[in-house]
């Protein structure tokens, strides 16, 4: 058994070296297999912007970032995603969230016409530092938790119809998501939790 507990971590060190995590890291990848109206996209490339993405960037810095992963499902109706960056150092987690918090303010109320979007956050006790969010777009919008813990960053969220208050009661999913989430990442050798 210890054998056994060892070859798992010493793979789990050679795949964080490799730039990429172990599978099923995202609770999304174990997914049922799609239907012909749905799609699962995974992506790993480290230049992935955070996807909660209010100033709408097209690429992330990869300097600060040692592996990201990022699962992406959408129907005909709804969105869910999963991201998980793991940083090289707690510091650039850490400027990584206030990154998004300043996106969150700077593009609040960003573009015109029926490309216009608002959106909302607020503080979140989960991890070693969180945020909830909210965004409304012309015919839709999107709410997420985002939570730091230790060197990485977790992004969680879907399709909704947030409102500007983001009750904690409509976040209860995402937020249980989150929390099993931080103790996950814990087991990664790079996370520094």
């Not at 499902?73 to 793991?86: A, G």
């Not at 945020?131 to 777009?137: C, S």
């Amino acid at each position: 058994m210890l054998h056994m507990g060892m070859a798992v971590a010493a793979a789990a060190v050679m795949s964080m070296g490799a730039g990429s995590l172990p599978a099923g890291t995202l609770f999304l990848e174990t997914h049922p297999p799609a239907k012909k109206w749905e799609t699962y996209t995974i992506t790993e490339s480290k230049g992935l912007p955070l996807r909660l993405n209010p100033c709408e960037r097209r690429t992330a810095s990869t300097a600060d970032r040692l592996a990201t992963r990022a699962v992406h499902y959408r129907s005909e109706d709804t969105v869910k995603y999963e991201q998980l960056v793991v940083y090289k150092s707690v510091s650039a987690a850490r400027e990584a969230m206030r990154g998004l918090r300043a996106d969150l303010s700077r593009c609040a109320n960003f573009g015109k016409g029926p490309d216009r979007h608002h959106y909302y956050s607020k503080p979140l006790k989960v991890g070693d530092d969180a945020l909830r969010a909210g965004g409304r777009f012309f015919e839709n919008g999107e709410q997420a938790v985002v939570v730091r813990n230790g060197a990485t960053v977790y992004v969680v969220g879907g399709s909704a119809w947030p409102t500007k208050s983001l009750p904690l009661k409509r976040f209860k999913g995402l937020i249980s998501q989150a929390e099993r989430m931080t103790d996950k990442v814990c087991d990664l050798p790079k996370a520094a939790c």
